[in-house]
């Protein structure tokens, strides 16, 4: 309940910024990644993500919430990601190096 109200919360708060609209926010365990938006403006996220460092949280919460406005991997997205998260790459490189390691305390 409680990752759900942050997840809730951090969209919420950057929707609002952004000029967007969640339909609905939802957690999940999904293997491959960290979240997703779909075409319907669900945005879903991988539970664990509430155990990152609160930048990364918040790279992801941006990175979803830009597909609301664009479904893809275009420059205008990395355009809009970068306006509302600058320096986002760190949070990136950090999920790839380390990412994994949230996963790892939660099977200990």
């Not at 990752?3 to 609905?24: D, V």
């Not at 539970?47 to 609160?54: D, G």
């Not at 918040?58 to 597909?67: Q, T």
Request: proline content about 3%.
């Amino acid at each position: 309940k409680e990752a759900l109200r942050i997840l809730e919360a951090r969209s919420h708060y950057f929707a609002e910024k952004m000029g967007l609209t969640c339909q609905e926010i939802r957690l999940g365990c999904y293997r491959s990644r960290w979240g997703s938006c779909s075409k319907s403006g669900v945005l879903s996220y991988h539970w664990p993500l509430v155990l990152a460092p609160k930048a990364v949280l918040d790279y992801v919460v941006v990175h979803e919430v830009a597909h609301l406005k664009h479904l893809n991997h275009s420059q205008a997205f990395w355009a809009l990601v970068a306006v509302w998260m600058p320096g986002y790459e760190a949070s990136q490189l950090w999920l790839k190096r380390k990412g994994e390691s949230l996963l790892l305390k939660l099977e200990a």
